[in-house]
Nanobody, 124 residues
Framework: QVQLVESGGGLVPAGGSLRLSCAVS????????MGWFRQAPGKEREFVAG????????YATHSVKGRFTISRDNAKNTVYLQMNSLKPEDTAVYYC?????????????????WGQGTQVTVSS
């Protein structure tokens, strides 16, 4: 069973940067698609960015493209979300998620494992 633990959230002024980390344990193959989601108060959980573990191919939604970068470190079994030029509307709880196949998925229901989440707050 894959386990995910996020870290790196916090309070940052608009225009600032944060790097979120997702430590992955229990992974037995490279055939995983890893995603970062976020959920703001009163809103549905939304997909932010994803990466295929085996080849590092990434995808980011339009709202964060050019500002957020997802990456992974095989040696550290960790997935990162580098967030730059943060805006108040980026404020949310950010979740790391994993699905046990190689295909991208944008819906939260398609992911098998979730971390506990980390709060990101961007002040205006």
């Amino acid at each position: 069973q894959v386990q995910l633990v996020e870290s790196g959230g916090g309070l940052v002024p608009a225009g600032g940067s944060l790097r979120l980390s997702c430590a992955v344990s229990g992974r037995t193959s490279e055939n995983y698609y890893m995603g970062w989601f976020r959920q703001a108060p009163g809103k549905e959980r939304e997909f932010v960015a994803g990466i295929l573990w085996s080849n590092g191919r990434t995808y980011a939604t339009h709202s964060v493209k050019g500002r957020f970068t997802i990456s992974r470190d095989n040696a550290k079994n960790t997935v990162y979300l580098q967030m730059n030029s943060l805006k108040p509307e980026d404020t949310a709880v950010y979740y790391c998620a994993a699905r046990g196949n190689i295909y991208i998925a944008l819906a939260s229901k398609d992911y098998d494992c979730w971390g506990q989440g980390t709060q990101v707050t961007v002040s205006s």
